[in-house]
């Protein structure tokens, strides 16, 4: 049973170039999360989603970043014009439950996408 | 908004001592989930606690909420190398989702 899959792991951009994460949550799980953290920092929330929803984006820069959790596919985190400040590692993580529900059970986190903006 | 702090944000240990972990919380919390970090690694989930008081051991790690359910401890005797790492907190708000991460305690230990 394969856990969460995250690619690339490691992604090079330079200055004003886009960025594209994709994340595979694990079978069966339709809710979908995205943090970010930085060197020696804990972990920032970004979005929530669930299959063709994004339920919470409070955590998502407004302008450069998007999300999307489609029908068919694995979620992609999207940053355009990116900046060195965007360097981070970004996990994403799958429950099986609908959170909003109290069913708060642990997250499964995929390995993680390392960004480097040079 | 809710802020989940830990402390202390380094912690060096001599294989074989103690140890102890602290992690608090602005607001109450409806549970309290740890994680464990390895150094390049993701977070893996280690335990999650739902009632007030209660504690939970898993082999050399005890595991306690507060009887506010506002803040929490994770206890670790024996260290042993395979425990190095960085330990997070996290927990939702009362009627939210939204997992809150604390900054982490980064564990080394001395052989």
């Known amino acids: 049973n394969a856990g969460v899959m995250q690619n690339p792991r490691h992604l090079v951009r330079r200055r004003g170039q886009e960025a594209r994460l994709r994340c595979s949550p694990m079978k069966g799980h339709s809710h979908v999360y995205w943090y970010r953290q930085l060197p020696e920092e804990g972990l920032k929330f970004m979005v929530y989603l669930q299959k063709e929803n994004i339920i919470d984006e409070s955590g998502m820069p407004k302008e450069r970043f998007s999300a999307e959790f489609p029908k068919e596919g694995p979620s992609i985190l999207r940053i355009q014009q990116v900046v060195r400040g965007d360097s981070a590692a970004y996990f994403c993580?799958?429950?099986?439950?609908?959170?909003?529900?109290?069913?708060?059970?642990?997250?499964?986190f995929g390995e993680g996408s390392r960004l480097t903006v040079l | 908004g809710q802020q989940v702090m830990q402390i202390p944000q380094y912690q060096h240990v001599q294989e074989g001592e103690d140890f102890t972990t602290y992690c608090n919380s602005s607001?109450?919390?409806?549970?309290i989930q740890w994680y464990k970090q390895r150094p390049g690694g993701h977070p893996v989930f280690l335990i999650q606690?739902?009632?007030?008081?209660e504690v939970k051991k898993q082999k050399r790690l005890t595991f306690q909420f507060g009887e506010a359910k506002k803040n929490s401890s994770l206890h670790i005797t024996a260290t042993q190398t395979t425990d190095v790492g960085t330990y997070f907190c996290?927990?939702?708000?009362?009627?939210?989702?939204?997992?809150?991460f604390g900054a982490g305690t980064t564990v080394t230990v001395r052989a």
């Open positions: 993580a799958s429950s099986p439950r609908d959170r909003r529900s109290g069913n708060t059970g642990e997250l499964f």
């Open positions: 996290a927990g939702p708000r009362s009627n939210d989702y939204k997992l809150s």
């Open positions: 606690l739902v009632k007030s008081g």
């Open positions: 607001t109450t919390l409806s549970n």
